[in-house]
């Protein structure tokens, strides 16, 4: 396998958790979207199935591990500052 030749993962500088206060990881998704993200999570964000970039905390044990799209607006659970 080769390495990709640009970044598509970047922690956000000066941009946290509102809920751990962690930094928040800003990544391009090419996932199975069988897998990822799952249906519960669907039911809920019904237009994070076609993200093409995506936005999570870097807490693991935190809620918002999982993350949601990160499209034209900011993430509900992310804070600037």
Same mark, same amino acid.
């Given at each position: ?9 970047? &922690?956000?500088? $000066? &941009? =946290?958790?509102?809920?751990?206060? #962690?930094?928040? &990881?800003? /990544? ?12 519960? =999570?669907?039911?809920? @964000?019904?237009?994070?199935? &076609?993200?093409?970039?995506?936005? @999570? ?9 999982? $993350?949601? /799209? #990160? ?6 659970? /992310?804070?600037?500052?």
């Amino acid at each position: 396998m080769e390495k990709v030749n640009f970044d598509t993962v970047e &922690i956000c500088e $000066g &941009i =946290h958790c509102k809920d751990c206060g #962690w930094p928040i &990881i800003h /990544a391009c998704v090419n996932w199975d979207t069988d897998l990822f993200p799952s249906q519960e =999570h669907l039911d809920v @964000y019904p237009d994070d199935e &076609i993200a093409d970039w995506w936005g @999570y905390c870097s807490n693991k044990t935190c809620k918002n591990h999982t $993350g949601r /799209a #990160w499209g034209q607006s900011e993430l509900d659970f /992310a804070q600037r500052g």
